[in-house]
């Protein structure tokens, strides 16, 4: 990624910002993002001009510490990703005849609570929104709709993934490992899991996998982290990438923080929050810069096993296949099991097969007493 | 000494002349001036009795000349007077406007603040008697857009009785609007009532749906338009601007940030009008609290009619800031 489009400011000059706050939203090939600040202060001066096209690493805005009245310090969307993966690319103004009608006041109460205006539907034949529909929505939650759809961000799209992947099988020597793993244990105290649980509240599969991966990596660690300039980066934290499938073709691949330090429930919200925010063509940008590797699940689409392609500068990526009911062999005797096809592509700059087999082991190991991942952090 | 809890039943016009009576007794550079307020006891009795009471040096009696009265007026105050002058109707003081605009309003900023006029022009405002256009108008607003004097508009009987001493005792010209409908309103007011604030909008009842903001004349039908509201569910705050100039913007935005839906009563015109001030303010002050478009009850741009129904109709009634309060929170399905 070499510049941004600045879509619009979340601040202005005398606010109080504290890091991680979302100060900004900017399109970018991967989509439109919204830009954290990575230093708290009070705002001095907004430098760049929505609209404007930016380098990465030019000035946007200004901070003075607190209280106090220099005013060095620049806010960069340098810190977003290196390089350009996927993701919408929202094509920018309505028309005004397209454009919703929305209450000067519900557009910032929407800003406060978080809630995606294109969802909202206002309840008057006005076709006005309110405060009120706001309330509604954000009481209710539900899920984002659609970006706006334009043929000219899906061909962004596909470019930012050619130059991605592309580099990737360019650069990246990568080797490949797979193994079967019996998932009936998992799935059973799954099943038990959620039958203690309300509708919402209940777990998807996929929630105790990743558990199971990022547990797993922590005992692998040349799995986790970047290849950079030449030499690897391990990262202590595990921010596993979620390759999660756009509507209409696309994919990307944001970070849920901690993976490896959070319960069940706190994963199962967290995905559930990216895959609404994905949809609803709105990430942070330290969602889309911060994975430390990917899990990649093409299960639902019915494929036995993924052969999955690095994405720069990650080393590995895991891929799950579909859990499909196998004949299974163990101490002389054929049983039906519940059976998933876990692979590994890693680089082999970075590790050996030997630690990949290792990481492989380790996740089937984590998978035979799913009791243990709930708590497990 | 006195009851706190203890009231006297009484009008708006005998709180006006209580007003006086208190103000000319306690200082003795205070004096009344106008059409028919001696022997004729004022154009709408307000000061019947003061003349026998404090005598002609007092209470004078002037010609027709509204220039030339209210210009002596404001050499009284300069000389160091307290004078109240009353000019029948807003309608007839455009006679004296330059008196007003061109001297009471500039001469101390124009001397460096070397002069004060501590002078009160009272004035009826107001349609709704069947005096037709030339005896009905509310100029008021445009009073309002005159920097340098200070607009009050008392609505209730303690602003009768309580403005006249605390404009008195403003070193700049205060005009007071007093709407012609009010004199004969009729309710309790404190034995012990007193001199008033006259710097503060008030909240006459409160509310959290939308805030209707109003003055004067129209308060009392904006308060009754509030409880109509109210039995439909709808729960308005009414402010009473009290002062027209300066505006209090903060207890109007407050109330703002908590409806974040209003309608302004004005009976002047909308062209150009307090009204339209108060709208401009909130666009520029509190454009992210508005859930609705401000709306305005006004009065019809025409000039006052004569025949009843049409005068009712020209100027803001219950049914219609009712109708027009309903409207802007229309958007709660």
């Known amino acids: 990624m070499e510049a941004g489009t600045l879509v619009e400011w979340r601040i202005k000059p005398g ?42 690493g030019e000035v946007l805005a200004l901070l003075r510490g607190d209280g106090k009245t220099a005013a060095p310090p620049a806010t960069t969307p340098s810190a977003i990703a290196p390089t350009a993966v996927t993701a919408p690319v929202p094509s920018a103004a309505q028309s005004a005849a397209d454009r919703q009608k929305i209450s000067p006041s519900a557009r910032r109460l929407a800003q406060e609570l978080g809630v995606d205006l294109a969802t909202v539907q ?18 209710t939650a539900k899920p984002a709709a659609v970006a706006p759809a334009a043929g000219d961000w899906r061909a962004q799209m596909r470019k930012a993934i050619a130059a991605a992947m592309a580099r990737a099988k360019r650069e990246i020597p990568h080797y490949y490992l797979a193994t079967d793993i019996d998932v009936t244990p998992l799935l059973a105290w799954l099943a038990a899991e959620n039958a203690k649980r309300s509708v919402v509240e209940r777990l998807l599969p996929a929630v105790p996998l990743m558990k199971a991966v990022a547990l797993a990596l922590r005992e692998v660690p040349e799995l986790n982290g970047f290849w950079i300039d030449g030499a690897f980066r391990p990262s202590s934290a595990v921010h596993l990438g979620m390759a999660i499938a756009m509507r209409g073709g696309g994919l990307v691949a944001p970070a849920i923080h901690d993976a490896d330090r959070k319960t069940c429930d706190e994963l199962m919200a967290a995905l559930r929050d ?51 009911e196998r004949p299974w062999v163990t101490a002389g005797t054929v049983a039906v099991r519940q059976v998933l096809t876990a692979s590994l592509a890693a680089d082999h700059r970075v590790s050996d097969g030997h630690r990949g087999a290792l990481f492989l082991a380790a996740l089937d190991r984590l998978l035979q007493a799913p009791e243990t991942l709930a708590e497990k952090a | 000494m006195n009851d706190a809890a203890a009231t006297v039943r009484t009008t708006y016009r005998e709180a006006l002349r209580a007003a006086l ?9 205070v004096f009344l001036m106008g059409e028919d307020v001696g022997r004729y006891g004022g154009t709408y009795a307000v000061s019947k009795g003061l003349l026998a009471e404090f005598g002609d040096e007092r209470v004078r009696d002037t010609p027709l000349s509204e220039s030339g009265f209210v210009g002596a007026g404001i050499g009284a105050a300069l000389n160091g007077m307290l004078p109240v002058v009353e000019v029948m109707t807003c309608n007839f003081s455009l006679l004296a406007l330059d008196q007003i605009v061109n001297n009471a309003a500039t001469l101390r900023h124009m001397s460096g603040g070397q002069f004060s006029i501590p002078l009160v022009i009272r004035m009826a405002t107001g349609a709704g008697r069947q005096l ?18 200070r607009i009050v508009t ?3 009987l303690e602003d009768a009785r309580g403005m006249l001493w605390t404009a008195l005792m403003d070193p700049d010209p205060v005009i007071m609007f007093e709407n012609a409908l009010l004199y004969n309103l009729e309710g ?26 109003t003055y004067g004349g129209s308060l009392g039908k904006t308060l009754a338009a509030a409880e109509v509201l109210a039995a439909q569910g709808v729960q308005a705050e009414v402010i009473d601007l009290r002062t027209l100039r300066p505006l209090d913007m903060p207890t109007v935005l407050g109330s703002l940030a908590k409806t974040h839906r209003m309608v ?14 108060i709208m401009a303010r909130v666009m520029e002050e509190a454009f992210f609290d508005l859930d609705a478009p401000v709306a305005r009850v006004c009065g019809v741009e025409v000039p006052i009619p004569y025949p009843k129904h049409l005068e009712e109709a020209a100027i803001p009634q219950v049914a219609g800031i009712v109708a027009t309060a309903l409207r802007t929170v229309g958007h709660h399905a």
């Open chain 2, 264 to 277: 302004i009563v004005d009976e002047g015109w909308k062209s150009g009008s307090l009204a339209a001030e």
């Open chain 2, 188 to 213: 309790e007011l404190a034995a012990d009532a007193g001199p008033v604030d006259i710097n503060r909008a008030v909240v006459r009842r409160a509310g959290q749906d939308l805030t209707l903001v």
């Open chain 2, 154 to 156: 008392p609505a209730t």
């Open chain 1, 15 to 56: 606010d109080a910002v504290t890091r991680g706050q979302v100060v900004a939203v900017v399109e970018t090939q991967k989509g439109a993002i919204d830009v954290e600040i990575w230093d708290s202060g009070i705002v001095d001066r907004l430098v760049a001009r929505p609209g404007a096209k930016i380098p990465v």
């Open chain 1, 274 to 324: 990216l895959i609404t925010r994905v949809r609803g063509g709105r990430l942070r940008s330290s969602e889309m810069a911060d994975p430390t590797v990917t899990l990649t699940s093409l299960g639902e689409q019915g494929v036995a096993q993924v052969f999955g392609v690095i994405y720069p500068p990650q080393v590995a990526i895991v891929g799950l296949g579909r859990i499909r």
């Open chain 2, 21 to 29: 009576r208190d103000a000319l007794t306690r200082d003795e550079r």
């Open chain 2, 132 to 149: 037709a256009a030339q005896h009905s108008h509310s100029f008021e607003g445009w009073y309002a857009h005159i920097p340098g004097i």
């Open chain 1, 122 to 139: 206002a309840q008057t034949a006005d076709g006005v929104i309110s405060r009120a529909d706001i309330e509604r929505a954000a009481a």
